[in-house]
């Protein structure tokens, strides 16, 4: 609903950054690049009344998978408070948030499984993998390669590497070939 000076309310800003959520959504899903089409899509939702600032902190959500806290107790999530349950047979009890099961396909969430079953990744490795899954996956369908490129340039251990490479058949042998060993 539009105020006074023809923009939305201030009170609703929680509200109005997820409707923009919602709507950028919907370009994703109908495979819109956000960044080519940036400057018509801000166009269209200032003319729905949007601010430019709520604008800006939907696209910061999308890009950078963050919202800047509007209550002093919600505190960003640092790298050392990931819960690893040691009693579980997964190696990371991670549930994937709605917006990466629309990302990942069926082949990529299986991966993400494998991988995940490994137990070799720290959970900040295994989280900054997925982060950077997510933004890669946004824009273009992932295969098997890209995800190897993205362990290769993130995991910096040789030896989990090699683990990683020799236990997923979709990375047999990507290490040896990156690294020209024989």
């Known amino acids: ?48 009344g949007y601010t430019i600032e ?7 959500f999308i890009i950078n998978g963050r919202l800047k806290p509007y209550d002093e107790r919600i505190s960003p999530v640092t790298d050392t408070e990931f819960y690893i349950d040691k009693n579980s047979n997964s190696g990371y009890n991670r549930v994937l948030a709605e917006s990466e099961k629309r990302v990942f396909n069926d082949y990529i969430k299986s991966l993400i499984y494998r991988i995940n079953d490994l137990k070799v990744l720290k959970a ?47 990375f047999n042998n990507f290490y040896f070939k990156n690294n020209n060993i024989n």
């Open 124 to 170: 900040y490795e295994f989280e900054l993998l997925l982060e950077h899954m997510f933004h890669n996956g946004i824009y273009e369908d992932l295969e098997s390669e890209d995800i190897w490129n993205l362990i290769d340039a993130l995991v910096k251990d040789s030896e989990t590497k090699i683990i990683i490479s020799q236990a997923i058949s979709e």
């Open 54 to 60: 709520d604008i800006n902190e939907a696209f910061d």
């Open 1 to 48: 609903m539009k105020g006074e000076n023809g923009l939305k309310s201030q009170n609703n800003m929680n509200k109005n950054v997820i409707e923009i959520l919602n709507f950028l959504l919907k370009q994703i899903i109908e495979e819109e690049n956000l960044e080519e089409n940036r400057e018509e899509i801000v166009i269209t939702l200032e003319n729905e």
